[in-house]
C-alpha cells in the first residue's frame, strides 16, 4: 500500500513539470523562437557540452567549465551562508531574550532589512572590488535577515512554563538561554536558515553578475549577452537544482537535530 502511495505521488508531482516541458517543446518550435526561447532538446545539446565538452576547444568558451562555475557558486554560498548563520542565530536568540539587547539592536536590523541586495552592489565593488569577498558579503546580507529574524521569534515564542521550570530548578541565564531557549527555538531557526539559503543562492548570482568574474551568475549574464540562450536556460536550471539540493541538506540536517518532532507527529 505505501508503494503504491509513493507511486502515485511521484506521478502526480511529474504532471506539471511534464506539461510545462510540453508546452516549452510546442512554443520553441514556433517560428521566430528559436533565438528566444530554444527548445528543450536544443538545452540539453548545450548543457551536455557546458558539462562534458573539452574546455577551450573550438570557439564555445563554455566548453567544459561548468563544474567548475558550479563550484565557485556553491563555494561561495557555503562561506556567506555560513557567515550569516553564525552571526544571525545567536544574534537573534539574544535580540529575542533580551529586552535590553532588541531595543538597542532590533531597529537598526529592521530599518537595513528592507534594502535590497542589488542596492548594495555599488558599496560592495567599492569596498571589495571585483573580488569573492565582495560577492560573499552579499551573499552574507541576504541570509542574514532571515537567520536572525526568525531566530529572534523563535526565542520570543519560547513556552513560559518550560522557562519558570528551569528557573525553578535553579538554572542560571546563561543554562537557560543554551539549554531551553535555544532547543525551544530550533524549529524557526531552521524555517530561518531555509529561507536565508534561498536568499543566499540568489545573492550570489546578482553579485556573481557584477561583482565578480566567475560562476553560475556570471556564465548566464556572459552567455545572455552573446545570445547563447540555451546556455541561459541550462545555467537557471543548474541554480535551481543546486538550491533545491543545498535546501534538502538542511532538511535533512534539520530531522536528525529535530527528531522529537518526527516521533510527535506519528
Do not use: C
Not at 568558451?61 to 542565530?89: H, I, K
Not at 537567520?147 to 521550570?165: E, F, K, M, Y
Not at 525551544?184 to 543566499?200: C, D, E, K, Q
Request: proline share 5%; hydrophobic share 55%; no cysteine.
Amino acid at each position: 500500500m505505501k508503494t503504491t502511495a509513493h507511486f502515485k505521488q511521484l506521478l502526480l508531482g511529474l504532471v506539471v513539470p511534464t506539461a510545462v516541458v510540453v508546452l516549452w517543446q510546442v512554443m520553441g518550435n514556433m517560428p521566430g523562437m528559436a533565438g528566444i526561447l530554444p527548445t528543450p532538446l536544443k538545452v540539453v545539446e548545450g548543457w551536455h557540452g557546458w558539462i562534458f565538452g573539452q574546455a577551450g576547444l573550438g570557439l564555445n568558451p563554455y566548453l567544459g567549465t561548468w563544474l567548475s562555475n558550479v563550484e565557485y557558486s556553491s563555494m561561495r554560498v557555503a562561506q556567506g551562508f555560513v557567515l550569516a548563520a553564525l552571526v544571525g542565530v545567536p544574534l537573534g536568540l539574544l535580540i529575542g531574550w533580551s529586552k535590553f539587547i532588541s531595543q538597542m539592536l532590533d531597529p537598526l536590523i529592521q530599518s537595513l532589512r528592507p534594502i535590497p541586495i542589488t542596492a548594495w552592489l555599488p558599496f560592495s565593488i567599492a569596498v571589495f572590488g571585483i573580488r569573492d569577498v565582495g560577492s560573499i558579503f552579499l551573499i552574507f546580507l541576504g541570509g542574514f535577515y532571515a537567520i536572525v529574524v526568525n531566530a529572534t521569534q523563535g526565542a520570543r515564542d519560547v513556552d513560559r512554563n518550560l522557562v519558570r521550570a528551569a528557573l525553578m530548578m535553579g538554572a542560571s541565564r546563561t543554562q537557560l538561554l543554551y539549554r531551553v531557549v535555544l532547543p525551544a527555538a530550533m524549529p524557526s531557526i531552521f524555517t530561518g536558515l531555509r529561507i536565508g539559503l534561498g536568499i543566499s543562492w540568489t545573492a550570489v548570482i546578482v553579485s556573481e553578475m557584477v561583482a565578480v568574474k566567475s560562476g553560475l551568475g556570471y556564465v548566464l549574464w556572459d552567455a545572455y549577452y552573446v545570445g547563447r540562450m540555451d546556455i541561459v536556460l541550462a545555467d537557471m536550471v543548474s541554480i535551481g537544482a543546486m538550491g533545491y539540493i543545498s535546501d534538502r541538506i538542511i532538511v535533512f540536517i534539520e530531522r536528525k537535530v529535530l527528531v522529537w518532532r518526527i516521533l510527535q507527529s506519528h
